[in-house]
C-alpha cells in the first residue's frame, strides 16, 4: 500500500503549461481507468479537477486537462493563472481486498 | 446540494478512542460508497478507511486496521468512525468524502473536516 509518486513542487509563469506526473504500479495506475486528481488550497477541503483519468466534472476549467500511460497519470495545467497556485493530489482506486484508495505524495504548484 | 459535516475531532490521550461523525444531505446516503481520508499537519492526503453504500463491506489502510472501525447509519444519513488505541501519529484532519458511485470510482464531495489531536 504505498503512496503514488508525484514530484514535490512543479512551478510555471502565468501563461504557460505544466504537467504533473503520478507514477504508481500495475496493481493500481495500470491497472484501471480510475484516476482522480484533486486542487487543494491553504487551510480548504480537497476539490475535483480530473475524474476516470481525464474527464473534467462541470464547473472545472478547461484549462485542466488529464492523460495516463501505462502507469503514470499526468495532469495538466495550461494558461496557467494566479489561482491555481495550490497543491494537486492524484488518486487511484486499488482494487484491492483490503483497501480502496491509494494517493499521490502531492505536489505543490507555484505561479511565479 | 450536496453537504457533509464532519464532527467529534478534538484533543485526546495516546491511547484513547475518539469517534467521528459525518452528517450527510442533499443526496441519497444510502446509494454511495463513502470514505475517511486524513491529513497529518504539513503532510499529503492519506485515504483511511471506505464503508460500501449499504455497510456490509467495510476497508482500511494498513496504518489503522485493527484500530479503526467505519460504520453508518443509512437511517440517519451519518457515517461514523470509531478510533481506538489512538498515537501521536493519527493526529490529523479526518475528512469525509462521497464516492461518485455506489461502488469505487473516486471522491465528488469533501466536507470541511474535523481536528484531532493525539498527545499527553
Not at chain 1, 503520478?22 to 491497472?31: K, L, M
Not at chain 2, 493526529?91 to 462521497?98: F, L
Request: charged share 15%; aromatic share 12%.
Amino acid at each position: 500500500q504505498s503512496a503514488l509518486t508525484q514530484p514535490a513542487s512543479v512551478s510555471g509563469s502565468p501563461g504557460q503549461s505544466i504537467t504533473i506526473s503520478c507514477t504508481g504500479t500495475s496493481s493500481d495506475v495500470g491497472s484501471y481507468n480510475l484516476v482522480s486528481w484533486y486542487q487543494q488550497h491553504p487551510g480548504k477541503a480537497p476539490k475535483l479537477m480530473i475524474y476516470e483519468g481525464s474527464k473534467r466534472p462541470s464547473g472545472v476549467s478547461n484549462r485542466f486537462s488529464g492523460s495516463k500511460s501505462g502507469n503514470t497519470a499526468s495532469l495538466t495545467i495550461s494558461g496557467l493563472q494566479a489561482e491555481d497556485e495550490a497543491d494537486y493530489y492524484c488518486c487511484s482506486y486499488a482494487g484491492s481486498s483490503t483497501f480502496v484508495y491509494v494517493f499521490g505524495t502531492g505536489t505543490k504548484v507555484t505561479v511565479l | 446540494e450536496v453537504q457533509l459535516l464532519e464532527s467529534g475531532g478534538g484533543l485526546v490521550q495516546p491511547g484513547g478512542s475518539l469517534r467521528l461523525s459525518c452528517a450527510a444531505s442533499g443526496f441519497t446516503f444510502s446509494s454511495y460508497a463513502m470514505s475517511w481520508v486524513r491529513q497529518a499537519p504539513g503532510k499529503g492526503l492519506e485515504w483511511v478507511s471506505g464503508s460500501s453504500a449499504s455497510g456490509s463491506r467495510s476497508y482500511y489502510a494498513d496504518s489503522v486496521r485493527g484500530r479503526f472501525t467505519i460504520s453508518r447509519d443509512n437511517s440517519k444519513n451519518t457515517l461514523y468512525l470509531q478510533m481506538n488505541s489512538l498515537r501521536a501519529e493519527d493526529t490529523a484532519v479526518y475528512y469525509c468524502a462521497k464516492d461518485y458511485s455506489t461502488s469505487w470510482s473516486y471522491h465528488d464531495y469533501w466536507g470541511q473536516g474535523t481536528l484531532v489531536t493525539v498527545s499527553s
